[in-house]
């Protein structure tokens, strides 16, 4: 899968810069007489190339060998980071608040607030610094979610099995590297966290102190 | 192969993607499977590049003279400059189309791009709406109006060329200025879609469509007044705006997006209007499709629609039909999630201002859109009581009428106004209740300003009640930004002691949403100011032979000889016009006709002005004699017109200021 993020830009910017100092060399020194038509002629065939290697992009993306659950959140600062999640625990309070009135059904209800509450997860995980999601913690969060019961859920959850075959090796050396440092173990993920941490930084289980 | 035959081929491929794309999408989010989503985004991409690859084969064409291809020899020539043909491809329907499937993908893929970490769970349904829209222009390309169409038989070997009148430099920016407005309204679209489908519809979806409105908006604003400028150029008849259907399909989505802009932020603050706020985006998309139709079918007559086509008219009102049902359909499907959370407290709120804004914005969309179509329903009320007398016969549709600007002026002045008086109103209410302690504090200098402006013009002999009122809430308007500017100053240096003018920036720079709103509004008093000089007007027809002389207004012009030249593309007649004030020449004007070798039974008319900050003297030559000299005179003083212009400027760098606003900075307004 590719990313596009900088390093796709910066290619694609030296691509053109490579192909305009070739047409100002073969202009100036090689003599060539460049017109306008060639000009175009040359343009149609990069955008031939762009268009192919999307074409192929596609294949590769369906040709992959299991689905791989992608859940970082890329490039995007703390500060919108922390925005983000206020603003989903806001929605996450105002579906509640709609569901208690009795504006909402019981399986939307569930549909969309799974959705948000995986989300804001995520986006706190990604403000504690954790770039990548520890499989398990997926799988459990998405099975345990309140929308278990309805339909989406369920099938949430089996794709999430499926996701979880496929990338057993993103996460699995992340927990034992926090295992190495004392403190509570989540009673859901087994991830160590701080003695004094009243919720797991991984999944936001409560944590029990004894 | 051939160019044309690679070509067509390239627009198949897109149909073919565009279908592959909508299926893997829906199928990614139902089964919620990365790789299946993962391929339609890919496939989005690769529908841009053949978009990207079928544009740059047609503009091959063009440089490289492809007569073969009917599109090219339509609308091109050999001998036209290098820039025109690049521009002639999107001079005519079939290029324009093909144009449009390029922007909307181009823009596609700029949005999923920079949105899919972000808002994960929409991106699916996003690609899969925006490729269904690509979907329906690329078969339009493909059934209808295939730009690629070769000539089969008899070649031609010389284009017939574009347009004179298209060959101006204000028409090279204005379509696909309008076109950058319009396509990437698209966009808003397919997230608020997106928001529907997925149950997310909080106002998270708006905070990354909010921009991308405002990016169309700045778009369709810039193509609007480079379509005034050029109809006030090149046309020759001392005005910017004829209420042309093609102009009002621009301005239509232009009130909308307006509409929403200002919407948008009742949501944020009070969580109110959500239905209102989707519906809106979805009207404003449909209008650009509706906008498309009037232009690019003919069913509306016009001075540059594209000339009848049913078939296209029938694919265009199927496609507005689904685009309704489906959209509506999805608002209808989720108003249980879309309820309002807060109430309206009071009618002095700022909230009930902007309510009061939409309405009258929407007012003004339907006022225009009904006037506009209105001629052309009649129409088909004739033909459908032609067709079926026994059921239908008692209807008498009437006369196919036109309606004109007077119409449009007279409802839209008031309309006009009024908004400007809520410019003005809306920004000194405090949002939920003001009190009258308030009101009174904030409406004394404005009000004060604002009589002012009323009365002093009176001394300078205008009389009319529509200029003196205009006058009147422009003075009022500018005031209340004068004043909150002014304020927010205080309270910076009252903070921290600073330079005035580093208060100022600091203002525009920190709270940009709001204080570069203000400059927005700032553009438009201007641009009312403007308008108000419409108010007296001069307007003189007249013929005149070399030596004479006539009184225009405070001027007086004098026509001093004929001249012909030509060139390698046109034959010239050009008028000397000396203008002359309190007896001294300020100005030589020369409105000329041109006769293009190519089109000779089309002169076009030249425009020439002179410009001042007070006035435009304005001259345009209707026929002339080379014999006896005798040359028909348009002469024009149009008073403040130039503010219009530099309102416009005033507008687009406040609207600059928002676009610069940071994700993170929503709240500060």
Not at chain 2, 1 to 30: E, N, R
Request: glycine content about 10%; proline content about 4%.
């Amino acid at each position: 899968m590719t990313r596009p993020g900088r390093p796709a830009l910066l290619r694609a910017g030296l691509i053109i810069v490579g192909g305009v100092i070739l047409f100002v060399v073969l202009v100036g020194f090689g003599g060539a007489q460049v017109e306008a038509p060639t000009v175009g002629l040359a343009f149609a065939g990069t955008m031939l190339l762009y268009a192919l290697r999307r074409l192929f992009l596609v294949a590769a993306a369906l040709g992959r060998s299991g689905d791989v659950t992608d859940l970082g959140l890329g490039r995007v600062s703390k500060r919108e980071l922390r925005d983000e999640k206020r603003r989903l625990l806001r929605a996450i309070k105002e579906l509640e608040f709609d569901y208690g009135m009795g504006k909402l059904s019981k399986a939307d209800y569930e549909s969309v607030s799974s959705a948000y509450k995986m989300r804001a997860i995520e986006v706190m995980r990604a403000l504690e610094g954790n770039a990548d999601l520890h499989p398990e913690v997926a799988a459990i969060l998405r099975g345990e979610s309140p929308g278990s019961a309805g339909s989406a859920s369920a099938e949430a959850a089996e794709s999430d099995r499926g996701a979880e075959r496929g990338a057993p090796s993103a996460g699995t050396d992340e927990p034992s590297a926090a295992s190495a440092d004392a403190g509570t173990a989540c009673p859901s993920c087994e991830v160590k966290n701080d003695d004094d941490a009243r919720f797991c930084k991984h999944c936001g289980t409560a944590l029990e102190h004894a | 192969m051939t160019i044309a035959s690679l070509g067509s081929l390239t627009i198949l491929l897109i149909f073919l993607m565009s279908i592959v794309t909508v299926g893997l999408s829906v199928a990614g989010a139902y089964r919620r499977s990365p790789r299946l989503i993962e391929g339609g985004v890919q496939g989005l991409y690769a529908t841009f590049g053949l978009a990207a690859f079928a544009s740059s084969l047609i503009v091959y064409a063009f440089l490289s003279g492809d007569f073969s291809i009917q599109y090219v020899q339509h609308t091109s020539d050999s001998a036209m400059p290098l820039f025109y043909k690049i521009t002639a491809f999107w001079g005519g329907l079939d290029g324009s189309l093909l144009f449009w499937v390029l922007l909307h993908t181009l823009f596609g893929a700029l949005a999923v791009r920079a949105n899919r970490k972000r808002h994960r769970e929409l991106i699916p349904h996003v690609v899969a709406v925006l490729s269904a829209i690509t979907l329906f222009f690329a078969g339009l390309l493909l059934f209808l109006k295939d730009p690629f169409a070769p000539y089969l038989i008899d070649i031609p070997t010389t284009g017939k060329g574009l347009n004179p009148l298209l060959q101006n430099f204000y028409m090279i920016f204005h379509p696909p200025s309008l076109y950058l407005g319009y396509v990437s309204l698209a966009v808003p679209y397919a997230f608020g879609m997106a928001a529907l489908i997925s149950g997310q519809v909080d106002a998270n979806w708006q905070r990354s469509v909010r921009r991308w409105v405002l990016f169309s908006w700045i778009f369709l604003s810039i193509g609007l007044i480079l379509g005034g400028l050029w109809a006030y150029e090149e046309l020759g008849w001392g005005g910017y705006w004829a209420w042309d259907p093609v102009e009002n399909a621009g301005l239509l989505p232009w009130f909308t997006t307006v509409a929403f802009l200002h919407s948008v932020m009742i949501q944020e603050r009070r969580g109110m209007m959500k239905v209102w706020n989707v519906s809106l985006i979805i009207i404003s998309f449909l209008l650009t499709i509706i906008g498309t139709f009037m232009t690019r079918s003919g069913v509306v007559q016009s001075v540059h629609a594209f000339g009848e086509d049913s078939d296209l008219a029938w694919t265009f009102g199927a496609f507005m039909l689904v685009i309704v049902v489906f959209s509506f359909g999805l608002v209808i499907w989720r108003r249980p999630l879309l309820r309002a959370r807060g109430e309206l407290e009071s009618a002095l709120s700022r909230e009930f201002a902007f309510l009061v804004n939409n309405w009258l914005f929407l007012t003004c969309a339907v006022f225009v859109l009904g006037a506009t179509m209105w001629p052309t329903f009649i129409e088909w009320m004739q033909i459908l009581v032609e067709r079926y007398p026994n059921a239908l016969g008692w209807i008498d549709p009437g006369e196919r009428m036109v309606i004109g600007p007077p119409f449009f002026n007279r409802y839209m002045r008031p309309l006009g106004l009024a908004l400007l008086l809520l410019t003005g109103v809306g920004p000194l209410l405090a949002w939920r209740k003001t009190t009258g302690a308030n009101l009174i504090k904030q409406f004394t200098g404005p009000l004060v300003f604002g009589v002012a402006c009323t009365i002093a013009p009176v001394f300078l002999e205008i009389d009319s009640p529509w200029g003196l009122a205009c006058f009147g809430l422009c003075g009022f308007t500018f005031w209340t930004i004068v004043q909150e500017f002014y304020r927010g100053i205080i309270l910076r240096r009252s903070r921290r002691p600073q330079g005035f003018i580093e208060a100022m920036s600091g203002l525009l720079l920190k709270a940009r949403r709001r204080y570069g709103g203000y400059v927005v509004h700032l553009g438009i008093v201007l641009m009312f100011f403007g308008w108000a000089g419409n108010a007296y007007k001069i307007e003189r027809k007249t013929q005149l032979q070399p030596g004479q002389s006539y009184e225009l207004g405070a001027y007086t012009i004098r026509h001093d000889g004929l001249r012909v030249t030509e060139d390698w593309q046109k034959e010239m007649i050009t008028a000397d016009l000396a203008v002359l004030k309190d007896g001294e020449v300020v100005d030589v004007l020369t409105p000329a006709r041109w006769w293009y070798y190519q089109l000779p039974d089309q002169p076009t008319t030249e425009v020439s002005r002179y410009m001042t900050a007070g006035e435009d003297v304005y001259a345009s030559m209707q026929e002339v004699d080379l014999s006896t000299g005798w040359t028909q005179l348009s002469l024009f003083i149009n008073p403040l017109i130039n503010w219009i212009w530099i309102g416009m400027m005033v507008m687009l760098g406040g609207a600059l200021v928002c676009v610069g606003t940071r994700k993170s900075e929503g709240d500060d307004d």
